[in-house]
């Protein structure tokens, strides 16, 4: 059973700092890696999909990255702003599956 | 204006009650998704839906109901057999295939009073 586990739970940091959060998963036989972005009381926003032929992906301030054979994935986020504060998800799915595995998530705080 | 829209939001359910709760999408996407998320927990699959008229159960649909009669429509009923209902409930969407990207709507918060 694919397990997602997501480090650190929560994290505070200050305003124009550079971040990095994690994401392990147990299976490495996965399609595809999403990370999403979720703000108090709302739906998750897809920030970047890395599929499992690839290394990393890049969209403005965000790299994320994917190791398979270490079952783990990072997401940078360069200069942060208070405007990134939110709860960041990563998700595999399986090759074999049509779901979505989630982890639980870090919960972003930037400070001004 | 293309996007997955859920309603209502908030959502209040009286013991005994089944509610459903709408998702509409106009992506054009085949797939179609139901997820609840707890506090503390992440997010799990209820049902799913990859073509209309056809639907699979999930990792949690004991107490939930689903139809797919149009492309672009997949409501879920929590029927009273759920015992645990209140949660947030997301609804997804994506292109046929596995490993597709997934888009989220804004999700219904639903309180069991």
């Known amino acids: 059973k694919q397990e997602v586990t997501q480090i650190p739970a929560a994290l505070s940091v200050p305003e124009g700092e550079n971040l990095v959060l994690n994401c392990s998963f147990t299976?490495?036989?996965?399609?595809?890696l999403q990370w999403f972005r979720q703000d108090p009381g709302k739906g998750l926003t897809s920030l970047l999909l890395i599929q499992s032929s690839q290394r990393e992906q890049t969209s403005g301030r965000l790299n994320a990255s994917l190791d398979k054979s270490s079952g783990r994935s990072t997401l940078y986020i360069a200069a942060s702003q208070p405007g990134d504060s939110a709860t960041y998800l990563c998700?595999?799915?399986?090759?074999?599956?049509?779901?979505?595995?989630f982890g639980t998530g870090t919960r972003l705080q930037v400070t001004l | 204006d293309g996007g997955i829209t859920q309603s209502p939001k908030y959502l209040f359910r009286k013991e005994g009650q089944n509610v459903t709760l709408s998702c509409e999408q106009n992506l054009n996407h085949d797939a179609m998704y139901w997820y609840r998320q707890d506090p503390g927990q992440g997010l799990r699959l209820i049902y799913y839906?990859?073509?209309?008229?056809?639907?699979q159960k999930g990792d949690i649909a004991e107490g939930y109901s689903v139809s797919r009669e149009k492309k672009e429509s997949f409501p879920l009923t929590v029927t009273s057999a759920q015992k645990n209902p209140t949660a947030f409930y997301l609804c997804a969407s994506s292109i046929m295939g596995g490993g597709n990207e997934q888009f989220f709507g804004p999700g219904t918060r639903l309180t069991v009073l």
């Open positions: 998700a595999v799915i399986h090759r074999t599956a049509s779901k979505l595995t």
């Open positions: 299976d490495s036989a996965i399609y595809n």
């Open positions: 839906s990859q073509i209309v008229n056809d639907f």
